[in-house]
C-alpha cells in the first residue's frame, strides 16, 4: 500500500479487491476514455487478473472513491515472463498530480517483488503527454511500431485517426529507469541523439481543427519511425511545450 499526498487531497494506492471495485474499473475507463461499450475492459477480466497472477492497481481518494488504475496481465516472451500493461488511467479532476506515475511505480514494485523485471505497454506515438510520461519520467523505450493496432477505436482520443500505436519497453532493472524512479534524465542531455522527430504539440486540437492535416502527420511520423527502428534505433528521449514535441533516438543494446 502506497500513499500520496498532492493538494491537500490524500490518496491511497493499493491492489482492488471487491467486486464493487473492480465494477468501478469498468465505469472508470468510459469516464476517461469514452469508450464504446465493446471497448471497455470487462469486471470479469480484473477478476481473472487477481486470480492469475496480474496487476490490478487502485488509488483512491479518503472516502474510498476510485480515482484512477492500472491492471496488467502476465505474458511470456518465449520462457521469459514479463507483464504487459493493459491500461493506466486517472479521472481527469485529478490529472497533473503525479498519480499516473505513482501508480506505475506500485505497479513496479510489485512486479520486483515478484522477479518480473520487464512490463510493456501500448502507447500512442502522436500523445506528447503520455509520450513524456513514459520516456522521460518512468525512463521506458520504444522502438517497435504497430500502424492501427487496435483497428477502429470509439474513445474520444482516437476518433477519426487509425489506432497506430508505440510499443514501451520498461526494464524495470536498467540504469535508465533507476535514474528516472530517482527524478533524474535517463538520457544525458549532453549527448546528441543519433536522430529526431518532430510530433504535434497538441494532437487532439490539430485532430479537431485539420483531421486531414493529422491523417498526414502521422503518416509522416509513421513512415519515420518504422525507418529509425529498422536501422536499429530506440526512442530513448522525448521533449515538448506548447509549440512543439520531438523524440530523440539512439541505438540501444537491452
Not at 461499450?37 to 492469475?52: A, D, N, Q, S, W
Not at 487502485?58 to 518465449?78: C, I, R, Y
Not at 519520467?137 to 474513445?155: F, T
Not at 529507469?177 to 487532439?204: F, H, N, Y
Amino acid at each position: 500500500m502506497e500513499r500520496l499526498e498532492v493538494e491537500r487531497v490524500k490518496y491511497t494506492i493499493r491492489p482492488c479487491k471487491t467486486l464493487e471495485e473492480f465494477a468501478a474499473l469498468v465505469k472508470i475507463q468510459q469516464e476517461i476514455w469514452g469508450y464504446a461499450e465493446h471497448e471497455v475492459y470487462p469486471l470479469r477480466l480484473f477478476v481473472t487478473l487477481r486470480k492469475i497472477g496480474g496487476q490490478v492497481l487502485g488509488a483512491f481518494v479518503p472516502h474510498g472513491e476510485l480515482v484512477g488504475f492500472v491492471a496488467s496481465m502476465p505474458a511470456w516472451h518465449g520462457a521469459n515472463r514479463y507483464y504487459h500493461s493493459l491500461s493506466l488511467g486517472v479521472l481527469r479532476e485529478h490529472e497533473n498530480r503525479g498519480l499516473g506515475r505513482a501508480l506505475k511505480t506500485a505497479q513496479r514494485r510489485e512486479a520486483l517483488r515478484k522477479g518480473i523485471d520487464l512490463i510493456e505497454w501500448t502507447f500512442d506515438p502522436l500523445r506528447a503527454k503520455n509520450a513524456f510520461l513514459n520516456i522521460v519520467r518512468l525512463g521506458a523505450i520504444a522502438r517497435s511500431y504497430q500502424p492501427d493496432y487496435y483497428g477502429e477505436v470509439r474513445s474520444r482520443f482516437q476518433r477519426g485517426l487509425p489506432s497506430d500505436r508505440l510499443i514501451a519497453e520498461w526494464r524495470l532493472t536498467s540504469t535508465r529507469v533507476k535514474r528516472a524512479m530517482a527524478g533524474k534524465l535517463p538520457r544525458s542531455s549532453k549527448t546528441a541523439p543519433a536522430a529526431t522527430l518532430e510530433i504535434p504539440a497538441d494532437i487532439d486540437r490539430l485532430r479537431q481543427s485539420n483531421p486531414a492535416e493529422a491523417r498526414r502527420r502521422q503518416l509522416s511520423v509513421r513512415k519515420q519511425l518504422q525507418e529509425f527502428f529498422a536501422q536499429k534505433l530506440a526512442i530513448t528521449g522525448f521533449e515538448h511545450d506548447v509549440r512543439s514535441a520531438r523524440y530523440f533516438l539512439d541505438p540501444y543494446e537491452d
